[in-house]
């Protein structure tokens, strides 16, 4: 009885100390009144440190191996990178980059921690183009430094990797040379690393010229990518779960706030209906670990927000309820939202169980191949291992995930 009457106390003093819930920026006047409700936060308190990685990549036609062994793997990437001590958040970007005179000369996709997004714009890079020797790498690098949204965290480890089989156009006129965009990036507290696709002698020097002026790392791969790809007897069932868990998501929030989460679910509709087996299972995996849930839910989750006590259900105005929570009973409003929260407690606890068996039984198999040394996640691994300890960052020898 006296736990309940403290959880009650607990419940109405949640319920009483409240503050702005914030809307986007450009959608509500200062003066507009506050329509959310959210309990006070200690931002100090609150403050995790961040994962924030940039690929530049290479997209011309000879690339075509290591693309793909980019779509296949970022997920594993970015498990690895969320298995520090500290669980940090993972925010990704991509600048591909080609040639002037190609289809394009770089396309951005700017950090976020909403992988799915990222990923679903990966999905459609292809290997076309170049074929004539040096490559816009300057352009790419320019872009990485300048063109990202940078956290100013000094928790932060920010980091850029250059992949790519071609040496840097040095004969731009008007190009700014990557030994200054580096010098900035040093400035900024922005690391570099180059991954060297094939063995074309005249890459070899310039790439490890970027490290070093990066502070960072140079290896090299074979044209895939020496990436582990190795089918395991849990990916179908993980990648089903991971389905389940999309699934428990609601979003809320004025107009503007729910379009920006239908391009999110659709992107996450697409890896659905294109993404192998494999990719969804190693999603899955870093969905349901304790860094996934910034891209597994992102912001104006209804479920998350309620059962965090950041948001009341009974003060939301109709407007901002999902539609399918509109011509609900709040009694009934309520009752879903438990239904979807402990469904989504009970899918990602499942999740976690199999990713640890999907993990062990991976690193049998890649020991049992004699290791996975010059692999593109080994070296992911090892540059990362290195570098984010300056950033409080700490890896255990097993984190490196498949």
Do not use: C
Not at 344 to 363: H, I, N, T
Request: charged letters at 25%.
């Amino acid at each position: 009885m006296k736990s309940k009457l403290i959880a009650a106390a607990l419940f109405a003093a949640t319920t009483a100390t409240v503050a702005l819930f914030p809307y986007a920026r450009d959608t509500v006047a200062a003066n507009s009144p506050p329509l959310f409700k959210t309990p006070a936060v200690d931002v100090a308190a609150e403050a995790k440190p961040k994962v924030e990685v940039v690929f530049v990549l290479d997209t011309t036609g000879s690339m075509g191996g290591l693309i793909q062994a980019a779509k296949d793997k970022i997920w594993s990437i970015a498990s690895t990178m969320a298995s520090a001590n500290q669980a940090p958040e993972v925010r990704m970007g991509l600048v591909a980059y080609r040639d002037r005179g190609d289809a394009y000369v770089t396309k951005v996709v700017d950090l976020s921690a909403d992988l799915d997004s990222m990923y679903a714009t990966l999905m459609d890079f292809r290997a076309r183009g170049g074929g004539d020797g040096p490559e816009s790498v300057n352009q790419g690098l320019y872009d990485a430094v300048h063109h990202m949204s940078w956290s100013q965290d000094q928790h932060t480890y920010r980091v850029v990797f250059l992949i790519g089989d071609a040496p840097p156009h040095m004969d731009y006129s008007n190009d700014v040379p990557y030994p200054q965009t580096l010098k900035v990036a040093a400035q900024r507290g922005i690391g570099g690393n180059t991954i060297q696709s094939g063995n074309l002698a005249g890459t070899l020097s310039p790439w490890q010229n970027i490290a070093q002026l990066g502070h960072g790392s140079y290896f090299q791969v074979g044209n895939s990518g020496n990436a582990v790809a190795i089918a395991t007897p849990f990916d179908e069932k993980m990648a089903s779960l991971s389905r389940t868990l999309d699934a428990t998501r609601l979003y809320y929030g004025s107009e503007e706030q729910k379009a920006a989460k239908r391009v999110k679910t659709a992107a996450t509709k697409k890896l659905h209906e294109k993404a192998s087996v494999a990719i969804q299972a190693r999603r899955g995996a870093f969905n349901a670990s304790a860094s996934g849930a910034a891209n597994l839910l992102g912001d104006n989750e209804l479920v998350d927000d309620i059962s965090s006590g950041r948001v009341d259900l009974k003060a939301l105005p109709a407007s901002a309820l999902p539609e399918s929570f509109k011509a609900m009973a709040p009694v009934a409003q309520a009752a879903k939202v438990q239904e979807l929260l402990t469904e989504r407690r009970e899918v990602r606890q499942r999740l976690v169980e199999m990713s640890k068996k999907r993990d062990a039984f991976l690193k049998d198999k890649v020991q049992a191949r004699g290791g996975a040394r010059d692999s593109l996640d080994r070296g992911l691994f090892d540059a990362v291992r290195k570098q984010a300890g300056k950033a409080g960052l700490s890896y255990e020898d097993d984190a490196l995930r498949y």
